[in-house]
Each structure stands twice: as structure tokens, then as C-alpha cells.
């Protein structure tokens, strides 16, 4: 709240959905923060496909009993459905082998297929929930990715939930989104704190880009077009980059996982992005009780500009 945080999103309630409900309430109440609650569709799960009517009725059991459990909750402001699904589309983070579709040799081609699948299925989710609650339905996707496809099959969607990565401006996105004729908001955009080309931590950067990405977030609201967006994120992940190694969540990992040339000033590290690093707040480590967060310039940066 001292921030100027308005909103924060749930990517996936945890499986006490009332005391999700509870956790909802009380920073509604206390603080005037609403929640944007989302489901991540089974992205991963073990077994992933939208061609698997098995599957397809578990995620839509598990969508709609979210839904059910807290619609009466006034702290809930929307509903997210999935987040970066469509990078399962070209196999890019997840392998989705779709049995119920044929066999298709052109890879281009499949995916747009799967594709077909998957929006049709965001779609026939966003009308049950239509159906039992009235707020807005969002479609989470990775940057405008595979939406082409989608356009004429998400009738029942009503905002466009997107991941943004492409550096301390969002260049030609703002013209580009138009095509699709919906309104929507940043799920995610960012920068990470640490410098893989100094190798230590960098705050300036970090509060640098996040300040540009907001001003233009800011000079582009439009209620037909922007809504505004989720900055990723509030703290440091330190499980994140070698999830499958637990005696690694208590190491600050400085190693990064991928590149992006968009975030120039240390694009000539190599693998620049680095997955446990991306907080406006920092977590100092503790032996005894909750570690203490310590927000970083980005903090105060990004408060001046929401106060």
C-alpha cells in the first residue's frame, strides 16, 4: 500500500481456497488492494493436452470451482486464464504433444493448430465464467505471440493479459495490439537487478528501465486500449533458477538462464536475464523468522511515479 499498489495478481490460488479468500479480504479491506486471480490452465502439469477432452474438464473442474469459492469476495477484480500458454504452441518451455489432432509434418503449421485449440478452449472457459460471475475475463499470452490466430476465437474474452520483455521501451506494441481489437494491460513487464556484464547486483538499471516502461505504460492508457500492468515482480525468487534443487533456494543464484539484447546494458554478459533477481524489493536472509525485504531503488522510483 505505501507503494501505490492497487492491484496485485494471483497467478493461481493455493489448494486452501478459503484461505485465499481470507488473504483477498484483508488486503481489500485493510489496504484497498484488489486481486486479479488467475489459473494457470495445467501448463505444469506432467501430462499437457488441449486436445484431451480429460483434460480439458479437469482444468475447466478446477477454473470453475476457483470461480465459484470466490466470486462473493468484493477484493476480486478480474479473472486471468493462463499466462504464457501460447509458449507451448512451438514447444518453447513446454512440450505439448497434441494426441487429438493429425499428424502434422510443417512444425509452423501445428502450431497454429494447437493454437486453434487452446483459444477455443480459453474461450469456452471465459463463457462458463461469464455464466456464474459477471467481472471481466482476461487471456494471459507471451507478448502478442500466436494472437493472430486467436482473433476471431476468443468472442468471450474480454481483455488481452500480456508478458512484455523487450527492454526499457515497448516499442511498436501499443500500434500492434490495436489489430486485435481488445482491450488489455501488462501481466508482466520488468527488468532484473543484477548486471550480468559487471556480475553484481544494479539497481540504477533496474529503476532506469522500470520508470521508462511505466511513462509509457502511463502516456498510452486508453479505456478502449491500455489499462495499465503487473510489474514483475514484488520480491526475488531465489528457488527459480534450478527449481529441482531445493538445497539451492537458500543461494541468491547469480547465473543467468536466457539472453535478450533488449535490455542492452549488460546484453554483452551473454545470458543476461537472470530468473532470481527480477524484485523491486530484495530478500536479506535471516536464520531465524521471515527473511526481511529491502526495497531497491525501483521501489521508490515506481512509488513517486503511482503517488
Known amino acids: 500500500a505505501k507503494a501505490g499498489v492497487n492491484v496485485v495478481r494471483?497467478?493461481?490460488?493455493?489448494?486452501?481456497?478459503?484461505?485465499?479468500?481470507?488473504?483477498?479480504?484483508?488486503?481489500?479491506?485493510?489496504?484497498?488492494?484488489?486481486?486479479?486471480?488467475?489459473?494457470?490452465?495445467?501448463?505444469?502439469?506432467?501430462?499437457?493436452d488441449y486436445t484431451d477432452?480429460?483434460?480439458?474438464?479437469?482444468?475447466?473442474?478446477?477454473?470453475?470451482?476457483?470461480?465459484?469459492?470466490?466470486?462473493?469476495e468484493p477484493g476480486v477484480?478480474?479473472?486471468?486464464?493462463?499466462?504464457?500458454n501460447n509458449r507451448c504452441f512451438d514447444n518453447e518451455?513446454?512440450?505439448?504433444?497434441?494426441?487429438g489432432l493429425k499428424a502434422e509434418h510443417n512444425k509452423y503449421k501445428l502450431?497454429?493448430?494447437?493454437?486453434?485449440?487452446?483459444?477455443?478452449?480459453v474461450n469456452q472457459l471465459a463463457k462458463k465464467i461469464h455464466q456464474i460471475d459477471q467481472r471481466p475475463v482476461a487471456l494471459g499470452n507471451a507478448d502478442l505471440s500466436f494472437l493472430d490466430v486467436g482473433k476471431d476465437l476468443i468472442p468471450e474474452v474480454d481483455f488481452l493479459a500480456i508478458t512484455v520483455y523487450r527492454g526499457n521501451s515497448f516499442g511498436n506494441l501499443f500500434e500492434q495490439i490495436k489489430k486485435m481489437g481488445k482491450p488489455f494491460f501488462f501481466s508482466e513487464f520488468g527488468c532484473d537487478a543484477?548486471?550480468?556484464?559487471?556480475?553484481?547486483?544494479?539497481?540504477?538499471?533496474?529503476?532506469?528501465?522500470?520508470?521508462?516502461?511505466?511513462?509509457?505504460?502511463?502516456?498510452?492508457?486508453?479505456?478502449?486500449?491500455?489499462?495499465?500492468?503487473?510489474?514483475?515482480?514484488?520480491?526475488?525468487?531465489?528457488?527459480?533458477?534450478?527449481?529441482?534443487?531445493?538445497?539451492?533456494?537458500?543461494?541468491?543464484?547469480?547465473?543467468?538462464?536466457?539472453?535478450?539484447?533488449?535490455?542492452?546494458f549488460?546484453?554483452?554478459?551473454?545470458?543476461?536475464?537472470?530468473?532470481?533477481?527480477?524484485?523491486?524489493?530484495?530478500?536479506?536472509?535471516r536464520e531465524v523468522g521471515l527473511d526481511k525485504r529491502i526495497p531497491r531503488k525501483a521501489y521508490y522510483e515506481l512509488q513517486r511515479l503511482w503517488r
Open 10 to 48: 494471483f497467478y493461481q490460488p493455493g489448494k486452501d481456497l478459503e484461505q485465499t479468500k481470507r488473504l483477498i479480504h484483508l488486503l481489500y479491506k485493510r489496504y484497498k488492494i484488489c486481486s486479479a486471480v488467475g489459473h494457470h490452465l495445467g501448463f505444469w502439469e506432467r501430462y499437457l
Open 266 to 285: 549488460d546484453a554483452s554478459g551473454g545470458k543476461n536475464m537472470n530468473e532470481e533477481w527480477w524484485g523491486i524489493v530484495a530478500l536479506e536472509k
Open 194 to 264: 543484477y548486471n550480468a556484464f559487471l556480475n553484481k547486483e544494479d539497481e540504477e538499471n533496474q529503476a532506469l528501465f522500470l520508470s521508462s516502461q511505466w511513462k509509457e505504460i502511463e502516456k498510452n492508457l486508453d479505456p478502449a486500449g491500455c489499462w495499465g500492468g503487473f510489474v514483475f515482480e514484488w520480491t526475488d525468487e531465489w528457488w527459480k533458477h534450478n527449481e529441482w534443487d531445493r538445497n539451492g533456494y537458500a543461494v541468491h543464484n547469480t547465473e543467468g538462464s536466457w539472453a535478450n539484447g533488449s535490455y542492452y
Open 93 to 99: 518451455i513446454r512440450v505439448w504433444n497434441p494426441k
Open 77 to 84: 477484480c478480474l479473472w486471468i486464464l493462463g499466462n504464457e
Open 111 to 121: 502450431a497454429e493448430k494447437k493454437a486453434e485449440v487452446y483459444y477455443r478452449f
Open 53 to 72: 477432452s480429460r483434460f480439458q474438464k479437469k482444468i475447466e473442474k478446477e477454473v470453475l470451482g476457483m470461480v465459484e469459492a470466490l466470486k462473493d
